[in-house]
């Protein structure tokens, strides 16, 4: 009965791949008509300005939209570039843009510059200390997370990724009380979200307990949100 259970489970999983999988392959990408009309346009607009810093931010976003990061890379350094001093927003905004593609391309030490810089232009942005913690944490700049994630809680005092953060700090550290504390916090203050069962699994992970993540990950499924990722953990 049980080898039945586990079977059910797998084909589960593997249906809604298929599914995920369909739905990429049906969508056109760079080569759907709209999408390549926009991006002539970018071109044309381009060659009759090389300096044209908003054109290059457009179709950088584009490009990263579409995982094309080589490229986008390329433009949003061009943006950087020719962007003048005034538009602050913008170089901002191209800041974080470029951080983005450092994350999903790994290079981490490059979006923690990125990150910073961003910073200097608006120092209590959240999404953007919370990268910044987690940049430092994969960069195993501990003290550096711990302090981000601190600041994050002082912005926020319900911050479920703040706390998680946290709790992965004092994982590392060995301090196994105060870990299972943040985690246990995080969840009281989300108990119907999915999310927060994945990331005190992933903390539960860190520590062993592989027990107490496979509950979590039974208890973020049982709220019909996330299942395929908690599918996968499984």
Not at 94 to 117: F, G, M
Request: overall charge negative.
């Amino acid at each position: 009965m049980n080898t039945l259970k586990y079977f059910s489970k797998y084909q589960i999983l593997i249906f809604i791949l298929f599914i995920s999988v369909y739905q990429l392959n049906a969508q056109d990408g760079l080569d759907n008509p709209i999408t390549k009309a926009m991006m002539k346009v970018y071109q044309q607009q381009l060659d009759e300005d090389p300096q044209d810093y908003e054109t290059y931010f457009k179709r950088a976003n584009e490009y990263y939209n579409h995982n094309q990061y080589a490229k986008a890379l390329t433009d949003i350094n061009n943006a950087l570039k020719y962007v003048p001093t005034t538009e602050i927003d913008l170089k901002y905004q191209s800041l974080c843009l470029r951080a983005s593609i450092y994350e999903v391309t790994e290079n981490y030490e490059k979006a923690l510059n990125d990150l910073n810089n961003a910073l200097q232009i608006e120092p209590n942005s959240y999404s953007v200390i919370y990268r910044k913690a987690n940049a430092e944490y994969l960069l195993m700049k501990y003290d550096e997370a711990k302090a981000d994630y601190q600041r994050m809680l002082r912005l926020n005092n319900r911050s479920i990724e703040a706390l998680i953060g946290l709790s992965r700090i004092a994982v590392n550290d060995k301090n196994l009380g105060p870990a299972n504390e943040y985690a246990d916090n995080a969840v009281a203050m989300a108990p119907t979200e999915a999310t927060v069962y994945l990331r005190r699994a992933s903390v539960r992970k860190l520590m062993g307990n592989n027990t107490g993540a496979v509950d979590d990950l039974i208890l973020a499924l049982s709220t019909g949100k996330e299942t395929t990722k908690a599918l996968q953990e499984l």
